[in-house]
């Protein structure tokens, strides 16, 4: 049995899930997945064959309504998830994440021709929706479906595929996040979480980040057939699904979601690779600067000075809400209510998922920020950097009037992606 790590203050300091359902077995929850369902059907009867050709004042209600569906059925998967985040151990957390995805997929099948049909949106008919103010509101929306017509399978494709998406990259997804959850590392003569293992890579004293590089690695050694399976596997699927709708380079789907270009792209990791020389330099400098003969793995993190001191949960709240309250008192309220309301989640427990995230829910619902805080300063601002996250999903003017549901979380290169995972 792994020992806890050493306390901060922030071992109570738990999600409150009560404003999403009251536990995994909730009635409410099988409520919202059946009554999700029904306005899927009811939306595919009403407008399958009609999508790319309804004048504006017709497209603008149907998005509106289409708006009021993804609402209404967003909450039972995002409270599975976040179940599952805090304990991946847990067998109620996880049925319940596999029947919210099947629900979700059953769902899905249903709103299939929506992206198909938005996509074949002709110049002339967009033209048209342009021109009208309301209609244009989801202007953003139909060029993005738009991007990707080239890409798309036929609908029967797609529907097999939306019904085999729960046994698919999810699922495996899924399988490897539980076993890291699982990890468990030899520090010392103490069985710790991988998480606060991690940690010691970044203490001043040499002997104690090599002892903990040499523990981490056998640790990371166990199972790591499984892991490697899973992720080789994750990869093949991808190559299929790339070559099924010919995308030209491995990268090209992720750019296009990501609305940027592969030459961009491209020109980009040029720039990165062409000056390997700036890395190689400055760990010659910190090779220096640290007295070493050799630089070993265990020294990329290593700080240059005497600066890692430990830090209470109160010390970094205090640290974080004077940084936001000088920038803005508008900003430093809403931080505020992350802590007063239970929308933070920031133990070190062993089953829970390592990294830290913010999750938006719906522009009428709060988001939800997950931390492994283990007391250190770096983790004060990987807290100051999902409440950032967090400030701009619960902002209660967002979305702005000329936005909404479906710009509610922007691409990657303008924000993040809504989980960071991994240590920042």
């Known amino acids: 049995m792994a020992r806890a790590v050493r306390e901060t203050g922030a ?15 909730d009635p409410a929850i099988e409520t919202t997945l059946a009554n ?27 998005m509106r309504e289409l708006e009021e569906d993804e609402d209404a059925a967003a909450k039972p998967e995002v409270y599975a998830y976040l179940l599952h985040s805090q304990n991946t151990q847990d067998p109620a957390a996880g049925r319940l994440l596999a029947r919210v995805r099947e629900a979700g997929a059953e769902r899905g099948s249903h709103g299939v021709f929506f992206t198909l049909e938005l996509a074949q949106t002709s110049d002339e008919q967009a033209a048209r929706l342009y021109a009208d103010a309301e209609a244009a509101r989801y202007r953003h929306t139909v060029e993005e479906a738009r991007k990707f017509r080239p890409h798309q399978l036929s609908e029967p494709e797609e529907r097999v595929l939306t019904d085999y998406s729960p046994v698919g990259n999810s699922a495996w997804t899924r399988l490897f996040e539980e076993l890291c959850a699982g990890i468990r590392v030899d520090l010392d003569g103490r069985q710790v979480v991988l998480e606060e293992a991690l940690t010691q890579l ?60 592969d030459e961009a792209v491209q020109a980009l990791v040029e720039a990165v690779t062409g000056r390997y020389d700036i890395c190689v330099r400055y760990y010659r400098v910190k090779k220096k600067l640290l007295g070493v003969g050799d630089l070993h793995e265990w020294d990329r993190y290593a700080p240059l000075q005497e600066v890692s ?30 802590f007063n309301k239970g929308w933070i989640d920031a ?24 931390l492994n805080f283990t007391g250190k300063l770096r983790d004060v601002t990987v807290l100051a950097h999902e409440l950032g996250h967090g400030l701009g999903h619960a902002l209660p003017d967002r979305p702005p009037p000329n936005q909404h549901f479906f710009d509610f979380t922007p691409p990657p290169p303008r924000a993040r992606p809504r989980r960071c995972l991994g240590r920042h």
């Not at 071992?11 to 077995?25: A, F, G, K, M």
């Not at 709708?245 to 990501?258: G, H, Q, V």
């Open 202 to 261: 970044r203490e001043p004293d040499r002997e104690v980040r090599r002892r903990a590089s040499a523990a981490v690695t056998v640790a990371l050694g166990n199972d790591i057939r499984t892991r490697g399976y899973i992720f080789n596997v994750i990869l093949q699927e991808k190559a299929i699904d790339d070559r099924l709708r010919k995308f030209p380079l491995w990268i090209s789907s992720r750019n296009l979601a990501n609305e940027t270009s």
């Open 309 to 338: 001191r430990n830090v209470s949960w109160d010390e970094a709240k205090d640290l974080v809400l004077g940084s936001y309250h000088r920038f803005s008192n508008k900003a430093g309220a809403l931080v505020e209510d992350f």
């Open 36 to 62: 999700a369902l029904e306005r899927a059907k009811a939306f595919e009867a009403k407008y399958k064959g009609r999508v790319a050709t309804l004048d504006p004042t017709d497209f603008a209600a149907m």
């Open 347 to 370: 133990p070190v427990v062993p089953g829970k998922a390592g990294g830290a995230y913010c999750m938006p829910v719906t522009p009428r619902h709060h988001p939800y920020v997950m």
């Open 11 to 25: 071992e109570t300091v738990r999600w409150d899930l009560s404003d999403l359902y009251t536990s995994p077995t």
